[in-house]
């Protein structure tokens, strides 16, 4: 098990072992920029596959629903 407490992985900043393990592997919880928290497998943060609790894919889909709904209704 490679130790990941203290490292900042995105928006994540790992703050403790998790109790549980999830598939057999590790896993860490983290607490996001934006003050959500997630747990999350140790391979997943070093491969870059999870960068937040979930609020960039929020984020992303907010700044692209405007620009989704105008091209739909056909004001772009």
């Known amino acids: ?3 990941e407490l203290g490292n900042k992985y ?3 900043y ?3 072992l998790a109790d ?3 598939n057999g592997q590790a896993a860490w ?3 996001c920029q934006c003050g959500g928290s997630r747990v999350v497998r140790g391979n997943l943060l070093r491969k870059g596959i999870t960068r937040s609790c979930g609020c960039l894919v929020r ?3 907010a700044k692209q629903a405007p620009i989704a709904a105008a ?3 056909g004001h772009a």
Do not use: N, P
Request: charged share 40%.
């Open 1 to 3: 098990m490679i130790d």
């Open 20 to 22: 549980e393990r999830i």
């Open 59 to 61: 984020e992303r889909v």
């Open 71 to 73: 091209i739909r209704w």
């Open 10 to 12: 995105s928006r994540l």
């Open 29 to 31: 919880i983290c607490e």
């Open 14 to 16: 790992v703050i403790a």
